[in-house]
């Protein structure tokens, strides 16, 4: 199984669980798709945020972004991705900046 077959297991184990109402498992389930995502390359976490980010804003789900997935998926990315356009736009870009050294 590649790694996003993974993360997209884990992503839906998490859901079911999430819309069954089960707490505890849920936040199991919900830890075990993050460090599956801090664990994944680059271009795998940025297309999976770019997805969520889709289907949350596009198309107004109304799934609830724990403090876990925000914190440690979705910030992330998003603050690399804007790092990256503020690079492009003021000529720095092929330099890696903190966050992409951490995360890279």
């Not at 199984?1 to 819309?19: C, F, G, K, P």
């Amino acid at each position: 199984m590649s790694q996003a077959e993974e993360i997209a297991t884990s992503w839906q184990v998490y859901r079911d669980l999430e819309n069954r109402g089960d707490r505890a498992a849920m936040l199991g389930a919900l830890e075990t798709f993050v460090r599956r995502m801090e664990g994944a390359a680059i271009g795998v976490r940025e297309t999976w945020v770019a997805a969520f980010l889709r289907e949350k804003f596009d198309a107004k789900s109304d799934l609830t972004v724990r403090g876990p997935l925000f914190q440690r998926v979705l910030f992330p990315a998003v603050r690399l991705s804007l790092g990256a356009q503020h690079e492009l736009r003021t000529g720095r870009a092929g330099k890696a900046s903190p966050a992409q050294r951490r995360l890279g």
